[in-house]
């Protein structure tokens, strides 16, 4: 399974994007998805998470309320709407896929697969 993240972008304060997901598999559409992010000098944390019937969502606290995760399995798309952004929310944004991986959503090392990130700037 390949990964491919877009969206990114500069924005000012209060704005929104939309960041996208696209797998090259249509298996994709048969896992949980998560959405990470990783600041300059941070370490890459957890942001959203949806399970593969979109039954079941997770956001962290700090973007929960202003983060919306959705999927289209018809178009092995996930997608991460993010509304009311900080400049807090900088980071490049990863998605990722739990394939074999049984693990708690929360941790990087639960998931098998993950897209190249896409950069997002959220100017004050």
């Known amino acids: 399974v390949q990964l491919q993240a877009s969206g990114g972008g500069l924005v000012q304060a209060g704005g929104s994007l939309r960041l996208s997901c696209a797998a090259s598999?249509?298996?994709?559409?048969?896992?949980?998805l998560g959405w990470f992010r990783q600041a300059p000098g941070k370490e890459r944390e957890f942001v959203a998470y949806i399970t593969w019937t979109s039954d079941i969502t997770y956001y962290a606290d700090s973007v929960k309320g202003r983060f919306t995760i959705s999927r289209d399995n018809a178009k092995n798309t996930v997608y991460l709407q993010m509304n009311s952004l900080k400049p807090e929310d900088t980071a490049v944004y990863y998605c990722?896929?739990?394939?074999?991986?049984?693990?708690?959503?929360?941790?990087?090392?639960?998931?098998?697969?993950w897209g190249q990130g896409t950069q997002v700037t959220v100017s004050s």
């Open positions: 990722a896929a739990q394939i074999w991986n049984s693990g708690s959503y929360y941790y990087t090392r639960s998931y098998d697969y």
């Open positions: 598999t249509r298996t994709f559409s048969r896992y949980p």
